[in-house]
């Protein structure tokens, strides 16, 4: 088993009175032998955000209150986006996805929507695609029949898409053949 961690406060060193809605716990020293430094630590850490040592008390709690504001803003942004990713979709059961991803081609994948299950997660199947025309090294495909299992995937509600894999997210499908790379040619 591991030991558990405690956080370091140097010896002498002691909390720092601040207006605190950001989790921002800092000690310091109160200028002992005329020189200020302090330690912060954000949130449950152990590991400290700073631990500096400063010219005067004033830079001090300038670079406290630069810290607790930039934490205020950090937790801002981060409920915004979690909202905006969790918020409702529009996706429905049956619905037709697609992404397109590659490096020096372009692959097409189609899934199908098999059921929505509360406000932002859904099951799909993988399609695959068949070929509606071709030009010089171009395809374009559209979805044919399912293939493979149901996935358990969570939707980007803002953006209306699926994450597929890290490097691949899944839109709606228009209706209209998608442009791909041509067996041989890159595939």
Known sequence: MGRNKERYIPAGYVPLAIDNPADVVVYTNNGADGKFSAICFAGKAVNA??????????????????????RITRAAEVAKYKAERLAPTDIKEGDILYCSWGYDQTNVDFYKVKQVL?????????????????????????????????????????????????????????????????????H
């Open 49 to 70: 955000t700073w631990y500096y040592l400063f010219k005067n008390e004033e830079a001090m709690l300038a670079q406290v209150a630069k810290t607790v504001n930039n």
């Open 118 to 186: 509360g406000k932002n997660r859904v099951k799909i199947v993988a399609m695959n695609s068949q070929i509606v025309s071709q030009s010089l090294a171009t395809d374009y495909v559209a979805p044919n029949v399912e293939i493979g299992g149901e996935m358990l995937k969570v939707v980007n509600g803002k953006q209306n898409s699926v994450r597929i894999t890290s490097y691949a997210n899944a839109y709606l499908w228009d209706g209209q053949p998608k442009y791909e790379t041509q067996a041989g040619y890159g």
